[in-house]
């Protein structure tokens, strides 16, 4: 990998959000999950959250090819689990709905731990999710339609969440949140995505990186990567 790439990659790692995420819960449809994803890294997330029951709806976490490689996908069985491990990582947990205590979702909080619930394409938010979130949140509209497509709805509350985090200085950080062993294989993986690929099919670690970014490994390590 060359130097520019190199410190590209360490700079967008050091305004990585690990505190602000989404939730996808059985959104279905390809499009949607691409363009929630590019948005997710456009806005600085490290990770979302799915809730895909089932193998065939878990393959949409590789629609989005340039932004998913950023951007990573941790699946749930349940919304249950996915609440759950949100919760258990002090985020509060939002969902998009409308009710009578639901609130503006410019008059949260952003630059708290955030996760945000955004229902499928088909049913909605869940009744399970809506008895597990903390708060309701919406979009106000003023026109005949009282929804927007799920993709549009999480940009526009991602670049609100942006907006608050950037007057924080949040994505201005001097290095990144994310723990070292999470950026060198991240540095590893998208710098030397071909010797990745061998690597985790040999099940070999990661040999670490130098200041410029190329491989530090011993003999022993690239014969092994040779071998057939």
Known sequence: MNSERYARIQQVLKARQPDLTLCLEQVHKPN???????TA???????IHAVWPNDSMRTLSHTSAGARNWVEVETHDTIEEAVTTLKSEG?????TNLSDTAVDFRDIDYTKPTAIILGSEKTGISQQALELADQDIVIPMVGMVQSLNVSVASALILYEA???RQLAGLYDRDKS???EETIQ????????PVLAKVA??????????????QIVADSS????????
């Open 32 to 38: 949607n999950v691409s363009a929630v994803i590019r």
């Open 41 to 47: 890294d456009a806005t600085g997330l490290h990770k």
């Open 91 to 95: 985020m509060q947990v939002l969902l």
């Open 162 to 164: 942006q907006r608050q």
């Open 177 to 179: 949140v994310l723990d």
């Open 185 to 192: 294989r991240i540095l590893f993986e998208r710098g030397h």
């Open 200 to 213: 985790k099919r040999k099940k070999l670690p990661y040999p670490p990186l130098d200041d410029e970014g």
């Open 221 to 228: 390590w690239w014969q092994e990567m040779q071998r057939k």
